[in-house]
């Protein structure tokens, strides 16, 4: 009985290490929809569009009833009575000017939607960056890790050599220094991996604090991507929402030359005090008109400004729509390119490495290769698994860039522009850390969201990637 409820405690605890590490274990998918569901700023625009839906229904409401009620016809002698008036109107807007109303705020509804769809495409590229960039830390922590057990076997082979008289002591204290710098790049990794992951728990609004472990990223083959239908694009949506707006503002402001329509009615009755003056109760209808006497400084003006507004936004649609064609044809360039790059790791470079590391290997048992070049050669090796990496890396962001197709999207490219090489010949970043001399990241997103009297919301510049420094 007792070993058998050790088992069932044991197995108790099992579960529950393993539900809370499977919990923070994120896969790309889960990572997007929680930050699709939980994201602040997603929220914000949300909530922004909402509440300019309803402002559409009072935009085109009549104003309310004046009523008034008072004392009139008072002698000015003091004699008599007084009658007491109660006074109704009503403002009738001359016929168009309701609707024009009306439609100008759908129009600001639409513009506000489509910027929450922008919105959320930026705050999508960037999660997916994000995402990339810390499954990269975590890659390189790992062969941070390959790479100092190799070097320390290397370390004990030249204590070895060197005891024995074979090495000499320049050659072991050089593989300790080695070791020290790994330790250091194993520390800066680490340091760069928290504030990832703090930055992943930002974007789906969790404890910066909270551990994160990033799943395995399986990559398959690389497939085109169909060109997006920028019919269905949110931008030009809400440009195309910005010209609509600006034609019912320009209908608006031509309907104002036009006077409104004023229904009064009134009655009137006699105090207590005039009871005995015979006049009896009255009551009368008017009908007024609103005189649009400056009109030159008023309809005039707002007409200019109006047909001024839907220039604008017809030349910044037309210009989107360029910068878009723009931005498809670069990111296919990039996914062609990430392909290429692929293919040639797989096929000549990583094959040749591991060959130059086969003999680099046997080349220093057998004494006839310094202990520098062996290491470099471990070095150059584990920077090429990371350049590849990187590449498929590259391939994934830019499908995507054609998918979440954005004007000016955070552009992020982590593959090198060339492969690293042997003989000391590497870039100094690609030596020093491991990575690509392309590695760079903004300061955040410099989305093409823009604020403008559509309502459309923008997403603050603060929210976004971190400044990362040159490489990874």
Request: charge should be positive.
């Amino acid at each position: 009985m007792i070993i058998r409820k050790i088992c069932r405690v044991w197995l108790t605890i099992c579960l529950v290490l393993f539900r809370e590490a499977a919990a923070n274990t994120l896969s790309l998918e889960s990572f997007l929809t929680e930050v699709k569901q939980s994201n602040p700023t997603l929220q914000s625009v949300q909530f922004q569009a909402e509440a300019l839906r309803h402002r559409v229904g009072p935009s085109q409401a009549w104003d309310d009833p004046f009523f008034a009620i008072g004392p009139d016809q008072i002698p000015l002698d003091g004699s008599g009575g007084s009658m007491l008036r109660f006074q109704l109107s009503q403002t009738i807007p001359f016929p168009g000017k309701s609707g024009a109303k009306g439609v100008a705020a759908e129009q600001r509804f639409s513009a506000a939607q489509a910027g929450a769809e922008t919105a959320t495409r930026e705050i999508t590229v960037l999660a997916t960056q994000a995402f990339y960039r810390a499954f990269f830390n975590q890659r390189s922590i790992e062969l941070n890790k390959n790479l100092k057990s190799l070097l320390s076997g290397a370390v004990e082979s030249t204590r070895a050599r060197y005891q024995t008289g074979d090495a000499s002591h320049h050659d072991w204290l050089l593989a300790r220094v080695e070791l020290s710098v790994l330790e250091v790049e194993r520390l800066r990794l680490d340091r760069e991996g928290h504030t990832l992951r703090a930055l992943l728990n930002e974007l789906r609004n969790r404890p910066p604090e909270l551990p994160i472990k990033i799943a395995p990223v399986v990559f398959g083959d690389l497939v085109n991507e169909a060109p997006p239908d920028l019919n269905a694009q949110p931008e030009l949506k809400a440009l195309e929402a910005s010209v609509s707006l600006s034609e019912a503002e320009r209908r608006y402001a031509r309907l104002s030359y036009f006077p409104d329509f004023v229904l009064q009615g009134m009655a009137m009755t006699p105090t207590a005090m005039d009871g005995m003056g015979g006049q009896k109760s009255s009551w009368g209808v008017m009908v007024g008109v609103s005189l649009p006497l400056y009109f030159w400084g008023k309809q005039t003006e707002l007409s200019a400004a109006a047909e001024n507004s839907r220039s604008a936004a017809l030349a910044e649609k037309r210009g989107l729509e360029n910068r878009l064609n723009s931005e498809i044809i670069d990111a296919q360039e990039q996914l062609k390119t990430a392909r290429d790059v692929i293919a040639l790791y797989k096929t000549e470079v990583l094959p040749s490495t591991e060959i130059a590391l086969e003999n680099a290997k046997v080349g220093y048992a057998a004494k006839r290769l310094p202990l520098t070049q062996f290491i470099d050669t471990l070095k150059v090796k584990r920077t090429q698994e990371l350049e590849f990496l990187a590449a498929q890396i590259d391939g994934r962001l830019a499908q995507t860039r054609i998918r979440e197709l954005l004007s000016s999207p955070p552009t992020l490219r982590l593959a090198p522009s060339r492969p690293t090489l042997f003989g000391g010949m590497a870039a100094p970043s690609m030596v020093r850390m491991g990575s690509s001399d392309t590695v760079g990241m903004g300061r955040g997103m410099s989305g093409p969201t823009r604020k403008s009297k559509s309502g459309a919301p923008t997403p603050p510049s603060g929210e976004g990637m971190p400044e990362m420094g040159g490489g990874m």
